[in-house]
C-alpha cells in the first residue's frame, strides 16, 4: 500500500515570500491533515478536511494560510506571505479510522 | 488551559531494559489516546492507540496504560534495544481537534 506523499522535500524561500505544499493521500482515506512542527516540538493540528470540506481550521493563520482540497483527494497547502516563524516542517497525514499514517513532511526554512 | 505534558529531557536506558515514558494532561477528557514514533526526518508513525474504559494495551514488546483519574499515560517498551531510540509522542482524541505531545526522546544504548 503507497503511503502518503508529500512535496517538496525541502523549500528555502526569503520572508514575505509564498510557497505551496502537496499532498496525496492514501487512497480510499476521507479525512486529511495538515501538522505543523516546529522544531522540539509535537505536530500542531492545522486544518482538517473530510473528503473535500473543512472540518477544522481554528489553528490555521488566514491571513497568511490557505488550504484546499480539491475533489476529496489531493490537497494544497499555501503560505502567503511567509514569516521567519513559519520555518518548520509541514506534515500531512490522512486516516480512514483512528489512526492517521503520516507522510515525511516538508521542511520549511523562512530566511 | 489544556496541557499535554512529556518528559522533555532525553530518556537513556541500556539495552535489553524496560523504557517507560510519561504522558501527563489538563484539562482533557480524551475519548482515547494514541502513541506513535517519530524518527528524525520522518513523520510520526502510529502504535498503538487505548480508549478512556481501557486500563492497558499491549503489542508485542509494547504496553500501555492508561489512567483518566490520574491523567496520566504510561508508555513501556520492554526488552528495548538500539533500535527503539527514537522520539515518542502521545496524542489525545476526543470531541476536539487531535493534540499531541512535543515527545520524548528514547536513547538505548548497546
Known amino acids: 500500500e503507497a503511503g502518503v506523499a508529500q512535496s517538496p522535500r525541502y523549500k528555502i524561500i526569503e520572508k514575505r515570500q509564498s510557497v505551496a505544499f502537496w499532498c496525496n493521500p492514501i487512497?480510499?482515506?476521507?479525512?486529511l491533515y495538515w501538522y505543523q512542527q516546529i522544531l522540539g516540538q509535537g505536530p500542531k493540528l492545522l486544518i482538517q478536511?473530510?473528503?473535500?470540506?473543512?472540518?477544522?481550521d481554528s489553528q490555521l493563520p488566514k491571513d497568511r494560510f490557505s488550504a484546499e482540497r480539491l475533489k476529496g483527494v489531493d490537497s494544497t497547502l499555501k503560505i502567503q506571505p511567509a514569516k521567519l516563524e513559519d520555518s518548520a516542517v509541514y506534515l500531512c497525514?490522512?486516516?480512514?479510522?483512528?489512526?492517521?499514517?503520516f507522510g515525511q513532511g516538508t521542511r520549511l526554512t523562512v530566511v | 488551559s489544556q496541557k499535554i505534558e512529556q518528559n522533555s529531557e532525553a530518556l537513556n536506558i541500556q539495552e535489553g531494559k524496560t523504557a517507560t515514558l510519561t504522558c501527563n494532561y489538563t484539562?482533557?477528557?480524551?475519548?482515547?489516546l494514541q502513541w506513535y514514533r517519530q524518527d528524525p526526518g520522518r513523520g510520526p508513525v502510529f502504535l498503538l492507540l487505548i480508549r478512556e474504559n481501557e486500563k492497558e494495551k499491549r503489542k508485542e514488546r509494547l504496553k500501555v496504560t492508561f489512567d483518566t483519574t490520574l491523567k496520566q499515560s504510561l508508555f513501556h517498551i520492554t526488552a528495548s534495544q538500539p533500535a527503539d531510540s527514537a522520539t515518542y509522542l502521545c496524542?489525545?482524541?476526543?470531541?476536539?481537534?487531535?493534540?499531541f505531545g512535543r515527545g520524548t526522546s528514547l536513547i538505548v544504548h548497546p
Open positions: 487512497s480510499g482515506h476521507a479525512t
Open positions: 478536511f473530510q473528503n473535500n470540506g473543512v472540518v477544522d
Open positions: 496524542a489525545l482524541r476526543g470531541s476536539y481537534i487531535p493534540t
Open positions: 497525514a490522512s486516516s480512514l479510522g483512528a489512526e492517521a499514517f
Open positions: 484539562n482533557y477528557s480524551p475519548a482515547y
